[in-house]
């Protein structure tokens, strides 16, 4: 099928690179000329690991193309993905629909014959309804559907998630639809995903009702985590203890710093805008969405309680930037706000991350950035785990600590068994873990 996928971001590059390797032809397009180019070179401008070489295969055989026009990509194609961003609105947290609706405009300039115009991204409910009204303004002879396919990819995950994804919500009740959703998802009956349809505002919702529900899962674990920190009961085996309930489930059950990255962070703010418009509060995710926001510089206080309560003139190492393991993606990231918390307690920082120190330099002016975890923990009062990286995992302690001007480690994401880095005179701070 000839298909094209407006927006070169976490989710354009995946799905149009994916939908090349399902052997579909593919124009991905950007309005970013830098991206596209680069994108041409073979350069990936995002990191995600595999997506190069599905990138460079699918380019190399012809099915992978990238573009600045999209009429050029409208053109013949038999579905358009829409999958720009939609962050949340300076101010207010609905969700800028400006992006998607500008794509709409610029796809209706160039429709011919008929397409499937398929919401990739994140929209509200109803937004489906309102892209459908600006095509047909633009364009009244055209032939098209509007149809919500919202993506549930993980970054970090993104390639094994969208070619083996746990379900295809598809918003549509229209046949020809219908059928050309079923073709383009085919190639994936093999490990048959449900292709779950339904109206379109009911699949718009599904992904913000989806979202809401991990992170009030995170953030009701967050909260059990301080309530086991003063009465002394430990996070990790209260949240297995639930986890084995089938009902409930061990995922997202893991205590930390407060969820952030470019989804949950705008997904809730956009969701209770939802509910406050139509007259239905959605107090239990409001809640989340403010006790998570207040979690941030909670972090921030409980290094400085593991220094002895001032940070003033010492030096802190925050090991882990991105929100979180195998991604650059510094969208809302925890680091932001504990770092920057740190720094107006009078703090130094120094940081390092695998992968997220080019986007982290605009982001915190002041920091200090390494080249490894050891040069980043030389000379500091504290050591801060933000992100679970793999390579933070098995860190020499002794090595890491030997530099320190005084060896604490303040561990945001329980890698670290406590009596282990205590046994070697460390003093060691986790999440939720009785001291
Ligand atoms: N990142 C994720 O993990 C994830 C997962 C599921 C869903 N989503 C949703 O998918 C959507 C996209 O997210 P993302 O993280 O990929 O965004 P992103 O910011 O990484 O990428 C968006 C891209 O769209 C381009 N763009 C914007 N307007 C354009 C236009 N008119 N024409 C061509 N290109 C245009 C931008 O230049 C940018 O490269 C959002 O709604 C997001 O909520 C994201």
């Known amino acids: ?42 350069e990936i401008p995002i990191y995600e690991p595999g997506l190069d070489d599905i990138v460079a295969s699918n380019a190399r055989q012809g099915r992978l193309k990238f573009s600045l026009d999209i009429a050029e990509a409208v053109r013949g194609a038999e579905a358009i993905f829409i999958a720009v961003g939609t962050p949340s609105r300076r101010g207010d947290g609905h969700a800028d629909l400006s992006y998607v609706y500008a794509a709409a405009r610029e796809i209706a300039a160039a429709l011919d014959g008929f397409a499937v115009i398929v919401t990739k991204s994140t929209v509200p409910v109803g937004t489906g309804d309102e892209v459908e009204r600006i095509i047909r303004e633009a364009r009244p002879d055209a032939d098209f559907v509007v149809v919500s396919n919202p993506e549930f990819l993980r970054e970090g995950a993104a390639i094994s ?26 190639p994936l009956n093999l490990n048959q995903p449900p292709l779950f ?50 009902r409930i489930g061990g995922k997202f059950l893991h205590a930390g710093p407060g969820y952030g990255g470019s989804c949950f962070p705008k997904d809730t703010l956009a969701l209770v805008k939802t509910g406050q418009d139509a007259d239905s509060p959605l107090r239990l995710v409001e809640t989340v969405a403010a006790v998570n926001e207040q979690r941030k510089r909670a972090m921030a206080k409980k290094v400085i309680a593991a220094c002895g309560g001032s940070v003033r003139g010492k030096t802190i190492a925050v090991l882990g930037l991105a929100f979180k393991p195998n991604t650059d993606d510094m969208r809302d990231a925890p680091s932001i706000a504990i770092v920057t918390a740190l720094q107006d307690g009078g703090a ?17 002016p002041g920091v200090e950035f390494c080249g490894d975890p050891y040069a980043c923990s030389e000379g500091t009062s504290a050591l801060v785990i ?30 670290y068994r406590p009596e282990e880095v205590r046994r070697r005179g460390i003093h060691y701070v986790g999440i939720g873990l009785p001291s």
């Open 348 to 364: 130094k920082v120094r940081a390092f991350d695998p992968a997220s120190m080019e986007h982290a330099r605009e982001l915190m």
């Open 386 to 415: 933000v992100t679970e990286w793999d390579p933070f995992r098995a860190l020499d302690l002794d090595r890491l600590t030997g530099k320190m001007a005084s060896r604490v480690i303040v561990d945001l994401r329980n890698i």
């Open 161 to 186: 998630d969208f070619k083996r994804p746990d379900r295809i919500v598809i918003g549509t009740t229209d046949a020809r639809a219908r059928e050309t959703m079923s073709e383009i998802y085919r």
């Open 197 to 246: 349809f339904v109206d379109r505002r009911t699949s718009e919702l599904v992904k913000y009702a989806a979202n809401a529900f991990l992170a009030t899962k995170i953030t009701f674990i967050n909260e059990i985590a301080d309530l086991c920190e003063k009465v002394g009961a430990n996070v990790q085996d209260v949240a297995r203890g639930i986890g084995l309930d089938n």
């Open 1 to 42: 099928m000839r298909l094209s996928v407006i927006g070169c971001g976490y989710v354009g590059l995946v799905s149009g690179a994916c939908f090349a390797d399902f052997g579909h032809d593919v124009v991905c397009v950007d309005k970013d000329a830098d991206r596209v180019a680069a994108l041409r070179r073979g």
